[in-house]
C-alpha cells in the first residue's frame, strides 16, 4: 500500500509543546489525517497531499465536533 501523506524529510512537530518526532516511518496516513485536521498550518511540512486535501484550499479549523476524538486520536509508537 502506498502512502497518500508524505513528509518533508528530517523529523517534524505538528502541536504546539509537542516533540519533533513525526516522520515518515513513524506516521500513518490516519494520523496525518487527524493532524491536518486538528492542525491546518502544518501543511508545509509535507511534501505531498492528497488531491482531496489541496482542492480543498485554504483549509479551516475544524470544529471540536468535526474532529472525533474517541475515535481518531493519534496513536504513537
Known amino acids: 500500500m502506498t502512502k497518500k501523506y508524505i ?3 528530517g523529523k517534524h512537530q ?3 509543546g509537542e516533540p519533533a518526532i513525526h516522520d515518515n516511518n513513524s ?7 487527524w493532524y491536518l485536521k ?6 508545509s511540512l ?9 482542492k480543498n484550499q485554504p483549509v479551516k479549523s475544524p470544529t471540536i465536533s468535526e474532529i472525533q476524538i474517541n ?3 493519534p496513536t504513537t509508537n
Not at 506516521?27 to 489525517?33: E, G, H, V
Not at 509535507?46 to 489541496?54: D, G, Q, T
Open 7 to 9: 513528509l518533508k524529510p
Open 14 to 16: 505538528f502541536a504546539p
Open 27 to 33: 506516521l500513518t496516513d490516519k494520523q496525518a489525517r
Open 38 to 43: 486538528a492542525y491546518p498550518h502544518i501543511q
Open 46 to 54: 509535507f511534501a505531498s497531499l492528497p488531491k482531496s486535501i489541496l
Open 71 to 73: 475515535e481518531d486520536l
